[in-house]
């Protein structure tokens, strides 16, 4: 199985701030990752696909980037209903497998 | 407006059975294959099963956490899939969500989830 690693695993921000996140898989994965954001009580939302393509509706300020099998999140210019948490995924081979999630806290 | 609905959650005893259903509406849910996963309390995702669309031979996937357990199955003429869940531990005990695989094994469309507690 492709493990993924993230983090880190809670970070703080202030709104207006540049966050970070990371993912690293176990073996090469191409580019099929994806990132999702979770807010308390409700269902993931689908953030980015294709390691770095937008899914429709997702503000410009994220972005996906990648590096071998380095994966990055980032959320530039932190918006007020961007608090919640990010986890990552892998779409190169089942079983699908998650990160361990990030939690966006405010500062 | 395109949409999922699970069903078919609740309190279980050890070692029962228990099927969740997954309605769809707003698209055409016979070309997407489809997932469930779960999240226990406080924790992460966790990716449980997924079922082909008939294009692709209705084939199905399994964690190994659950295969032997659970099986997938859907319907494609009621657009619902289906989460068949036997021999149920109180590890289970989850929200079990279902999503469509919108791109390439990445899931755009996900249902609010339906709580499920193992316990006696």
């Known amino acids: 199985d492709i493990q993924m690693t993230q983090s880190p695993s809670s970070v703080s921000a202030s709104v207006g701030d540049r966050v970070t996140i990371s993912c690293r898989a176990s073996q090469g994965i191409s580019s099929w990752l994806a990132w999702y954001q979770q807010k308390p009580g409700k269902a993931p939302k689908l953030l980015i696909y294709?390691?770095?393509t937008l899914h429709s509706g997702v503000p410009p300020r994220f972005s996906g980037s990648a590096s071998e099998t380095d994966f990055t999140l980032t959320i530039t210019s932190l918006q007020p209903e961007d608090f919640a948490t990010y986890f990552c995924?892998?779409?190169?081979?089942?079983?699908?497998?998650f990160g361990g999630g990030t939690r966006v806290e405010i500062k | 407006e395109v949409a999922l609905v699970e069903s078919g959650g609740g309190l279980v005893q050890p070692g029962r059975s228990l099927r969740l259903s997954c309605s769809a509406s707003?698209?055409?849910?016979?070309?997407?294959?489809m997932s469930w996963f779960r999240q226990a309390p406080g924790k992460g995702l966790e990716w449980l099963s997924f079922i082909r669309s008939k294009t692709y031979g209705v084939t199905t996937e399994y964690a190994a956490s659950v295969e032997g357990r659970f099986s997938i199955s859907r319907d494609d003429s009621k657009s619902i899939v289906y989460l068949q869940m036997n021999s149920l531990k109180t590890e289970d005990t989850a929200l079990y969500y279902c999503?469509?695989?919108?791109?390439?094994?990445?899931?755009?469309?996900w249902g609010q989830g339906t709580m499920v507690t193992v316990s006696s």
């Open positions: 707003g698209f055409t849910f016979g070309d997407y294959a």
């Open positions: 294709a390691s770095s």
């Open positions: 995924q892998q779409a190169y081979s089942f079983p699908l497998t």
């Open positions: 999503a469509r695989d919108g791109i390439g094994d990445t899931f755009d469309i």
